[in-house]
């Protein structure tokens, strides 16, 4: 009897543990990815496809860079063909360098599109 009397009171004094989520702190800090508040339609990802275009009158190679001189894309030119393709790219940026054959050209990135020619 002192047993059950025992047990008895050890689950009542028990934490009863629900499926609610942590509110977040009243300054809106969060402690963790559980607090957040994310509406379910929202995308996480940082970079987006952009179509390459590229034309010139040699075979080389194409590099895509950025200011600082980090490469995002490499490509075999070829004259007859020219590239077009879909690249990766951070979404922070807005425009990129463009090496080829020894010339360089800074082209804006309009509509998740690069196009550029470097025929004269």
Known sequence: MVVLSFIIGLSSCMKDETDTQPEPEPDGTVDSIEQMNVPGDFDWKTSGSILL???GLHNGTVKVKNHNGKV???????MFTHVSTMITLPDKINEVVIEYQGKTATVPIVDNKIIHSFIE
Do not use: C, R
């Not at 995002?72 to 070829?78: G, L, S, T, V």
């Open 53 to 55: 275009k590229v034309k």
């Open 72 to 78: 995002y894309h490499k490509e075999f030119h070829n």
